[in-house]
């Protein structure tokens, strides 16, 4: 593939996202999983939501971030977690950021290169948020798949990098309140086996 000459190629190529499913959730058995453009949808709504009660957030870098975080997945597709350790050191962000560049050269390097740094180093509250919310979204479908009738996804529960970033205080209180209620559904189910 080649780098994107206008602006329509950019929007052209990029609807592919629609079908690409997310893996982990395809390797899990879930039937119908999320494609990568609903994941980055529900992402940057979390952001825009949630960006609200960060202090000193500038949110509409933060909407940008969340915008591409996941754009190079319409060439190298969703990559599971456990892919990774297969790959050379630095292969996948090298990879990624090619990618970025390429899908959306009609931007401009500079801003496109910007915003893929930003977001890989995760330095700055924006692209922090954003990962932190990358997470939170995760946890969100977990719930959801789980009500749905999906089994065998508790390891996401179980796995702390799953959880994000404390630090930002209305996605830490989301996340809790998450887990408040589906401690409270197992309960409520415990309770009602035993009956």
């Known amino acids: ?6 602006l329509l190629d950019t929007f052209l190529e990029l609807q592919i996202l629609d079908r690409v499913p997310r893996s982990g959730w395809t390797l899990r058995g879930v039937p119908d999983p999320e ?5 980055s949808w529900h992402v940057t709504f979390l952001v825009w939501c949630l960006g609200r009660e960060v202090p000193g957030l500038d949110r509409l870098r933060a909407i940008e971030l969340a915008l591409v975080h996941d754009v190079a997945e319409v060439r190298l597709g969703d990559l599971p977690r456990t892919a990774a350790r ?3 050191e630095g292969a996948k962000h090298a990879a990624e950021a090619a990618i970025l560049a390429e899908v959306l050269a009609p931007l401009g390097a500079p801003e496109v290169d910007a915003l893929e740094q930003e977001y890989r180093r995760k330095q700055s509250l924006e692209a922090r948020l954003v990962a932190a919310c990358d997470k939170l979204q995760l946890l969100i479908k977990v719930a959801h798949y789980e009500r749905w009738g999906a089994a065998g996804l508790s390891e996401f529960w179980d796995n702390p990098a799953n959880f994000p970033d404390s630090e930002i205080e209305p996605v830490r209180r989301l996340v809790q309140e998450l887990r408040d209620r589906l401690q409270n559904r197992s309960a409520m189910n415990e309770t009602v086996s035993a009956v």
Not at 1 to 6: G, L, P, V
Not at 35 to 39: D, G, K, N, Q, T
């Open 35 to 39: 494609s990568v453009a609903e994941h």
């Open 1 to 6: 593939m080649r780098a994107n000459e206008s």
């Open 86 to 88: 297969y790959l050379p």
